[in-house]
């Protein structure tokens, strides 16, 4: 089954006079449980592909598929609620709360998705050992290296089990064995939960560790490949 399939996207943007072409005419689909790499230069389209499948921007054209709901026609109220319910973000500088320990920022999904309050700490502590940080619970973010941070980031991506989570150069501020580290821990844990994750980057050596991979250059899908490579890790 097709967890996300969007269909002749292309995402223009007015300023002034000027028209720039930031998506072409893309299609594409991520079956449920894949674990697909969209890779791309600077400038080729990534972040813009990813906001619009994820609701973030409005696509000019074309259609957002997500578990059978077409939803390029919610309003922005219920995208947001959508977002909340059904989709996980990793981003690159890990956009935890500073105030909160680690387990008050795993446990903030759950909070949203209307989880009750007792369940909700015991299901933080147990993403969190699931993340090696079991001796980090009450650490807050300036007590933890970006590594550490960024495992709280994928706990809190995968503590509510959603339908599709996003990574947003998940490892572009840290360095290149802890980033390592992170795709590896990532990609296990996706599969641990049969979670279907979509990674965005620039960086070839990121993108190997996904099962499938997409290139994309100047807004336009330039190939689309299975990596048997990471597939026979399983
Ligand atoms: P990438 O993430 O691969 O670096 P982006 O999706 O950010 O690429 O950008 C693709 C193209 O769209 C670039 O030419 C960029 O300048 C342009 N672009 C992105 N966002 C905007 C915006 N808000 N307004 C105008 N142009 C934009
Ligand atoms: P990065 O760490 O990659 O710089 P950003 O902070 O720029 O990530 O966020 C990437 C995109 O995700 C932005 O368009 C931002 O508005 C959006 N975003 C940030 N936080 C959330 C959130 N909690 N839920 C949904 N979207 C978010």
Not at 196 to 219: N, Q, S
Request: charge should be positive; glycine fraction near 10%.
């Amino acid at each position: 089954m097709d967890m996300i399939s969007i269909r002749d996207i292309r995402k223009v943007y007015h300023i002034g006079t000027e028209k720039v072409v930031a998506l072409g005419r893309i299609s594409l689909s991520v079956a449920q449980g894949e674990i697909c790499c969209i890779l791309g230069t600077s400038g080729s389209g990534k972040s813009t592909l990813l906001n619009v499948m994820a609701g973030l921007e409005r696509p000019s054209r074309g259609s957002v598929i997500i578990g059978g709901t077409d939803v390029t026609k919610y309003s922005e109220k219920q995208w947001a609620l959508f977002r909340q319910k059904n989709i996980g973000f990793i981003f690159q500088s890990y956009n935890l709360l500073p105030t909160m320990t680690a387990v008050e920022n795993v446990a903030l999904p759950l909070a949203f998705r209307g989880v009750a309050k007792e369940l909700r700490t015991g299901k933080a502590v147990k993403m969190l050992r699931a993340v090696r940080l079991g001796d980090r619970l009450l650490h807050r973010p300036t007590q933890m290296s970006g590594g550490q941070q960024q495992r709280v980031g994928i706990a809190r991506a995968f503590v509510a089990r959603p339908k599709l989570i996003f990574a947003d150069e998940p490892t572009g501020n840290l360095d290149s064995k802890t980033g390592q580290e992170v795709m590896d821990l990532m990609v296990a844990m996706a599969r641990k939960y049969g979670e279907t994750l979509i990674i965005v980057t620039h960086d070839p050596e990121i993108a190997k560790y996904a099962e499938r991979i997409i290139t994309i250059h100047d807004g336009c899908k330039v190939s689309d490949e299975s990596n048997p490579a990471a597939a026979g890790k399983k």
